[in-house]
């Protein structure tokens, strides 16, 4: 069983960086892919990034391709994502979340991650 928690939300002003971290508990990262996610109000919950426990390699949504990082610390047991250029539709709570899949057609979904943490809002201003 693993428990994760997400921390480093806030308000920002458009163009600003903020920078989250996802810490596991109970468990490592080391053979778990995490992915992020986020939701705004009245919205569905959304892919943004995941980070393979195979390689590390990455996945993005194109909506935040070369504007985000994810990146993985196994040292710290944390995964951290680097949002950078933020706007305005950033707004959302933002969940992280972990899987032992890596195929593309499962992390790039909300039904393949078995375990989620509580979220942390992130507030964009123009």
């Known amino acids: 069983q693993v428990q994760l928690v997400e921390s480093g939300g806030g308000l920002v002003q458009a163009g600003g960086s903020l920078r989250l971290s996802c810490a596991a508990s109970g468990g490592t990262f080391r053979r778990y892919t995490v992915g992020w996610f986020r939701q705004a109000p009245g919205k569905e919950r959304e892919f943004v990034a995941a980070n393979r426990w195979t390689d590390s390699s990455t996945d993005y949504a194109d909506s935040v391709k070369g504007r985000f990082t994810i990146s993985r610390d196994n040292a710290k047991n944390t995964v951290l994502l680097q949002m950078n250029s933020l706007k305005p539709e950033d707004t959302a709570v933002y969940y992280c979340?972990?899987?032992?899949?890596?195929?593309?057609?499962?992390?790039?979904?909300?039904?393949?991650?078995?375990?989620w943490g509580q979220g942390t809002q992130v507030t964009v201003s123009s």
């Open positions: 979340a972990a899987t032992s899949a890596s195929s593309s057609r499962t992390i790039l979904r909300r039904s393949g991650y078995d375990y």
